[in-house]
Structure formats: C-alpha cells, structure tokens
C-alpha cells in the first residue's frame, strides 16, 4: 500500500505553509522520495532548496478533470515515490476524489483561515462538510482576532466529533479551555474540584474568570500563610508538577476566612468558598479571590501533587 497524505482546505487557508513546515522538520528527512501533488496554488509557494532537501517531487494538477486513477498511476509510476502528498483544491468536492486503489489515506488535515470560516460555513457548508467529515485534525489558522473560537469547535464537532481541533494564532497554538471541556458542571450548586479539576480550574480562572465569578467551589486544599499577608487571609492551594520533577510550584488564590488565624502552615483543609473578582495587593490588580464559606480540616490525598506533563 502506497501512504498518502491529504491536506485539504479553500485557497489562502494555510496548506501551503502546514505542508512547508512539515518538510522541513526533521523527521520527516526519511528515505525514499516524497511525491507533492499540488492542486492549487496560492501566494505561498515552496522554494525548490526546501524540496531538494527533503527529496520531494512537486507536480501540480489544476484541472479537476485531470486529478483521476490514471494520471495519478501516471505519476507514480514516473517517479515511485515512497509516500504522497496532496495539497487539494478546496473548491473540487472532496467526495469526488478517486485515488489508487493502492493509494491508501495515512492522515488527512484540514486546515482553516479562522478570519473566514463563519463566510464560507454559511455559504459553502457542504463543500467544507465533506473536507472535514473525515479528517482527523482541523487547523484553525490567524485566530487572535476571533472572540467566540467555542462555537467554531462546536460547528466543526456537530460534522466530525472525532477530529481534533488545533487553533493557532500569530504566537502559536492557542491552548484554550472551553466550557464543554471541562471535568465539572459550572451549573451545579457547588463545583467539586478534584485533582484534575483543582488544576484546569486554576488555569481557566486566570484565562477565565467571568466564568467563576459567584459560584461556589469545594476542594481539598493545602494552608500557605505567607507572612506580608493581610490578617483574615490565607492560600489554599496545590503543589503541582509543571513539566517535571524539578519544577513545581504552588497554585493558589487568595482566601478571605475570618478564622484565618486559627490554621497552620501546610496544613491539609477542605475548603468551600465562593468566587469574587476583587483587587488584591499581591495581584497587583484584580483577580480571583474566594470568600470562605466553610474551612475544614482534612487529610492529605493519595496524591498530593498534581501534575501538567
């Protein structure tokens, strides 16, 4: 069987510098020649030291007509390559697309200018429909301009629910937590954190907080009272692991308990409290504080530190 990649999306969506990128990396220097079936060309073109170095042919098809079993064997069999790449044209239907019988589908990626999608899903939906329906990853390109990237996720999921979603933006991925995804309900009467949710709700408040702001959270905490802080204060928080053994940190908001003075350094607590956004001298500005309902005593869980890796 003959693996075939195919990166499929509409013009000026990003499949030119995805593939780019992707012969570039290092793991893709392997054996044998690479043949790069282009079926459109847009602005981003690849520099022929790019494909020497990778040993890729490129062959470009811009006849819709022409993109059929006959000239792809043609091609095949005129330069044998180890693996294949198509860039597909995203205004070609994509249930249309005959390969080889031979030719078999490793992955398939559709990347997405995210400035335009909400355009062409309301004008192309079944052409974008049969591009994602069976793609295992969908690329989301020049994000940092959108304000609602759920509702995107939530169209492409109601066509695909196996894909994963990638967003990216001028910075890179944009590594963003949407309510659908979380570990906990934000609409019950108190949110049980436990390891897992203590360390996305942590994040997510940072990113987040309008999502917490009057809700009520319970979760198992350790007691840090740092010694500049106001009296009726103190950190309930967990140790996490961030990337490895070597670097931990402790992840905490500030408390207001009006029994603060009443607990010890280290010590293993239960919490219940509700979430305000209030400025706080150690934030330098407004952020998360919580309003102690209930302070209990408890003892330390099976695993004390969480972790990110």
Known sequence: MKPVYVINGFLESGK?????????????????????????????EYEKELLSKSRTIMEVIDEEEDFNTSHLLELEKKYKPERIIIEYNGMWNFKNMKLPWHWNVEQQ??????????????????????????????????CDDVEDLSSYKRNVKAINQQADIIFEGAEGEINQIFEEDLPYNLNDPIIELDNEGYGIWYLDSLDNLDRYIGKTIQFTAMVLKPADFPSGYFIPGRMAMTCCAEDMAFLGFACEYDKAS????KQWVKVTAKVA??????????????????????KAPKEPIISFM
């Open 277 to 298: 956004k209030e400025y706080f001298a150690d934030y330098e500005g407004e952020g998360p504080v919580l309003k102690a309902a209930f302070v209990e005593q408890t």
């Open 109 to 142: 990626i559709t990347t997405i200018d995210a400035s335009t999608f909400p355009m062409y899903f309301t004008n192309m939906k079944s052409l974008l429909a049969e591009m994602i329906r069976k793609s295992e990853m969908i690329i989301f390109n020049r």
């Open 262 to 265: 009443s607990l010890t350094e």
């Open 16 to 44: 030119t510098e995805f593939i780019r990128y992707t012969l570039s990396q290092p793991y893709f220097q392997i054996k044998g020649k690479t043949l790069l079936i282009v079926c459109e060309e847009g602005e981003q």
